[in-house]
């Protein structure tokens, strides 16, 4: 069973966003058109509290209840089968989905039978790699889908890191053309 995980495609991360990936937004039509290969799809979103501690290190992003943690409004939302809200406490960075604190994600996968995920959205070397490299360590065969990720690259390099760190925990690399073409 296959799930596509689409991470953090939220107004905050898309240009215009308190914490904008440059071209944040262009990865949402291939996600929306991935969502047609699977028959689950699963979003997680940024959640923060308004005094968070993760502020110290960040500007003020995904603040609860606030417009900038909304998803992006060209994402398809109709399609998700459940959210994961995560950094939902003070002391909580939440960069993976596995840290959502409204469900137990590695449960819920085990429940649902999902033995591979297709990890897309924001960004790159942050939220999706933590999401990506916990679901490879966890045993689940996990893919990045290189066309459907974003990064911030606040460093120079840090996204060809990111995506060298991923593939050293197992996560491999495909393109939303090779989905499309094989599912
Ligand atoms: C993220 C930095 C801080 C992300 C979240 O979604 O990648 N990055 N909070
Ligand atoms: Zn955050």
Same mark, same amino acid.
């Given at each position: 069973m296959k799930a596509l995980l689409v991470v953090d495609v939220q107004n905050d991360f898309c240009?215009?966003?308190?914490l904008a990936v440059a071209?944040?937004? $262009?990865i949402i039509p291939v996600v929306n058109r991935l969502m047609d290969k699977f028959s689950l799809v699963i979003a997680s979103r940024d959640d923060h509290p308004g #005094?968070?501690?993760h502020f110290e290190i960040w500007?003020?992003?995904?603040?609860?209840?606030? $417009?900038?943690? #909304?998803?992006?409004? #060209?994402?398809?939302?109709?399609? +998700? &089968?459940q959210e994961l809200l995560k950094? =939902?406490?003070?002391? #909580?960075? &939440?960069?993976?989905?596995? @840290?959502? =604190?409204? +469900?137990d994600l590695e449960e819920y996968l085990k429940d649902h039978g999902v033995d591979e995920l297709y990890v897309t959205g924001l960004a790159t070397d942050y939220c999706v790699k933590a999401s990506a490299i916990d679901a490879a360590t966890k045993g689940i065969k996990t893919f990045l889908v290189e066309d459907a990720v974003k990064g911030v @690259?606040?460093?120079?390099g840090d996204i060809k890191r990111a995506i060298q760190e991923m593939k050293n925990s197992g996560v491999r690399l495909i393109s939303s053309y090779e989905i499309r073409k094989i599912s």
């Open positions: 240009p215009g966003g308190a071209d944040g937004d $262009k #005094d968070s501690r500007p003020a992003h995904c603040v609860h209840g606030t $417009k900038g943690a #909304d998803y992006h409004s #060209d994402l398809n939302t109709a399609r +998700i &089968g950094g =939902t406490g003070r002391g #909580d960075d &939440g960069y993976s989905a596995f @840290e959502a =604190t409204n +469900i @690259e606040a460093g120079q």
